[in-house]
Each structure stands twice: as structure tokens, then as C-alpha cells.
């Protein structure tokens, strides 16, 4: 009987392919079990909204400007460990909701906690604020983010656009914030091996 014996040569080389394979289906498998609950989290932002109908700042009071003011400079210093440190409980109220499409989170500690780090895996942050909407008590900030973290897009800069819906309390701080931004495309999508299944995905539904 024949038995074929593989060069180790060729072991060797199939390596770095076999440990991309097992990554992938470490990945992969887990996703493939649990479906993301979209009803829950659209009750999610419902509910925050009724939540917080009841202790509103009233659109064109004189702490708007500040509120927002305040608002649009922490989106922008969220790479600032220190700013974040000192300025999260001054920026939101202590029921503060924040849903950022990855989380939720609740009250400026589990807040400042989240940012503090977010800001430990990047190397670059940067927002641009775009354009501000209101309508009453409700607040809408476009922004540009441009971030890079080692771990995604091999270092190199990801660029995004978002949106960010907010309500204040009648002291100016933040008690809804819930973004709308792309976070597949921009966090999933740069991972090694999900991005390129992603990728894969989405370039079928352009056909």
C-alpha cells in the first residue's frame, strides 16, 4: 500500500493558511448562532425617548448653545483621556442613556469607563462637526470621524460619517445620545478575514 507522505516544505507554507482558516471559523461560527435582536434595540431608543420626555430642555432656551457647544467639543476630544477623565459627569446626566449602534451604556461612570477605552485602542481620532439640526428639544450633529487603530484596516485611517440624535435635561446635559453611523462597515468591516466576508456580502447585493 502507497502512502503519500507531504514535503515539509509544503507543511510548513500551508501553516499561515490553516491558522487563517481556524481564525476565520473562531469568528465566523459564533456570529452564524446569535442574530442581533433589531426589535429590542429599536425599543431600546423608544423607550430612552419616553424616558426622558418628561425632564427636557425646551428648545431656544438660553442653555442650548452652551449644551450643545458642550456636547459637540466632547464627540471631538473623545482621543483626550484627560478630557474624558475630567468632563464625562459634566457632559451627561448621572441617567444619561448612550447607544453608539455597538452599545448601550448608562450614567457618565459606565460612560466615561466605555470612552476611556475606546480611546486606549486608537493611535488617531478625529471628528469634524458637519452641520447641526434642531427641532424643539431634539438635536441632530453630522459629523466626519476619521479614527486609525492598530487593529483594523492594518493601522491605516478609517473614515466615516454619523449622525448623532440628542436630548438635554433642563441643567444642559446629555440624557439620550444615540448615533447613526455605519459600524459594520467602519469596525466589523476592518477586521482581518470578517472584513473580507463582509466585504463579500456586501459587493452581491450590488450586483
Known amino acids: 500500500m502507497l502512502r503519500y507522505k507531504m514535503p515539509l516544505k509544503i507543511l510548513i507554507q500551508l501553516i499561515p493558511w490553516l491558522l487563517v482558516l481556524l481564525l476565520a471559523l473562531v469568528i465566523i461560527l459564533p456570529a452564524c448562532s446569535s442574530k ?15 424616558g426622558t420626555d418628561g425632564n427636557l430642555l425646551p428648545g ?9 457647544g458642550k456636547f459637540t467639543e466632547f464627540l471631538q476630544r473623545i482621543g483626550d483621556k484627560k478630557f474624558i477623565e475630567e468632563n464625562t459627569a459634566r457632559v451627561y446626566a448621572s441617567d ?21 477605552e475606546t ?24 459629523w466626519t470621524m476619521v479614527f486609525s487603530a492598530p487593529r483594523l484596516n492594518g493601522g491605516k485611517p478609517v473614515h466615516s460619517l454619523g449622525m448623532s440624535h440628542v436630548r438635554f435635561n433642563p441643567e444642559g446635559q446629555v440624557t439620550m445620545h444615540q448615533d447613526f453611523w455605519d459600524s459594520g462597515t467602519n469596525i466589523y468591516g476592518q477586521i482581518p478575514v470578517l472584513g473580507g466576508a463582509i466585504e463579500s456580502i456586501r459587493r452581491r447585493f450590488e450586483k
Do not use: Q
Open 119 to 142: 480611546s486606549e485602542t486608537m493611535d488617531t481620532y478625529e471628528v469634524t462637526i458637519e452641520d447641526i439640526a434642531s427641532s424643539g428639544a431634539e438635536h441632530y450633529v453630522r
Open 96 to 116: 444619561a442613556y448612550l447607544n453608539d449602534t455597538i452599545v448601550t451604556h448608562h450614567g457618565p461612570d459606565e460612560i466615561k469607563a466605555y470612552f476611556l
Open 60 to 68: 431656544g432656551n438660553p442653555l442650548e448653545k452652551e449644551a450643545i
Open 36 to 50: 442581533p435582536d433589531t426589535v429590542k434595540r429599536v425599543n431600546e431608543y423608544r423607550n430612552a425617548l419616553s
